[in-house]
Each structure stands twice: as C-alpha cells, then as structure tokens.
C-alpha cells in the first residue's frame, strides 16, 4: 500500500513519520486491499493539529476521517480510533456470518437436486385405459407410453386432482 504524509505548517520529523506508519499499519489488519492513503497534518494559528486521514479501499471508495487536537501525536491516535471503527464496520458487513450461513444452505439445496437417469420402458404399446391402471399402481408423477397407434404419450396427475394426456 502506498503511504503519503503531507504536512502543512508544520515540518515532519521522522518520528512523525515513523508514528503515521505505524497507524496505517494497524488499520492495515482489517485485509480490506487498501490501495492508497494519504495522511495530512497541519497546524493552524492556534496552535492545534488538524489529522486528515484518507483511504482508497476498492468496492467501498473512500474513506475520510478528520480529528483536530493540540497534540500532533493523540490527534493521529483519536483520527486512528475513528477510521479502525470505519474499517471494522465495513469489514463486519463484508464478513457477515448470517451470509456465510445462508450460502452454506444454498450450497447444501443445491447439491440435493441431484439427477437420476431411469430406464424409459415405452417399447410395449397400451391403450389408454392400460396405461391409467398402470399409472395409477406406480404411484409416478407422470408416464410415458406409446399408445395403439405407435405415438407417444405422456400421461400426468394435474393441479386438480385430474389426470392429464399429451
């Protein structure tokens, strides 16, 4: 990830420097690909830090945290605090374990619809007076047959309770 630091009124020692990484390098835990920040420190005329934190993370944009205090060092750590509760946040929803849950079960629903070949027994010709009787005791869903004049049928239970022929 690249890192600027950027200091306006004020001159960065390295210990400045070295504080700011080792703030981005904590938030850094939270694995969400951050591509780039920007950490601007300036003082104004009173004597008080403004930290300005700004965050490139891919699929959410950007994030922006300001905190403004009269030590340079606990204004970084309160701006810090602010984006870990940003982060967190975003991390928890992209990590929802009602989700994962949810995938698990359609994963489960999917592997149970699982295809069956069976044998097609159409050779031998029936009436269709046949064909209901023997659909009837097999307790199938639907049948297929050839009738008296070699065409093929399908035989099936309807919506209402009717059998139904194609």
């Known amino acids: 990830m690249n890192t600027t630091v950027v200091g306006r009124n004020v001159e960065l020692t390295e210990a400045m ?13 939270y694995n969400l690909g951050i591509m780039h920040s920007v950490v601007t420190i300036e003082k104004d005329k009173r004597d008080f830090f403004d930290v300005e934190i700004i965050m490139n993370i891919p699929e959410k944009g950007t994030a922006v945290v300001h905190f403004k205090d009269k030590d340079m060092y ?16 975003y ?3 992209k990590t929802n374990y009602k989700q994962k849950d949810r995938l698990e079960e359609l994963i489960v629903e999917e592997a149970q ?14 009436s269709i007076e046949e064909a209901v009787e023997e659909f009837k005791n097999s307790g199938l869903y639907f049948m297929v047959f050839r009738d008296v004049n070699g065409e093929k049928r399908v035989i099936y239970r309807r919506k209402d309770g009717k059998l139904g022929l194609y």
């Not at 420097?17 to 835990?29: A, P, T, Y």
């Not at 309160?78 to 967190?88: G, H, I, N, P, T």
């Not at 699982?114 to 050779?123: A, S």
């Open 17 to 29: 420097k070295d504080h700011v990484r080792k703030v981005i390098d904590e938030v850094e835990k």
């Open 113 to 126: 619809d699982e295809i069956v070949e069976m044998p097609l027994d159409i050779e031998k010709p029936l």
């Open 74 to 89: 606990a204004a970084l750590d309160k701006a810090k605090d602010k984006l870990e509760k940003l982060l967190r946040r």
């Open 91 to 93: 991390h928890d929803k």
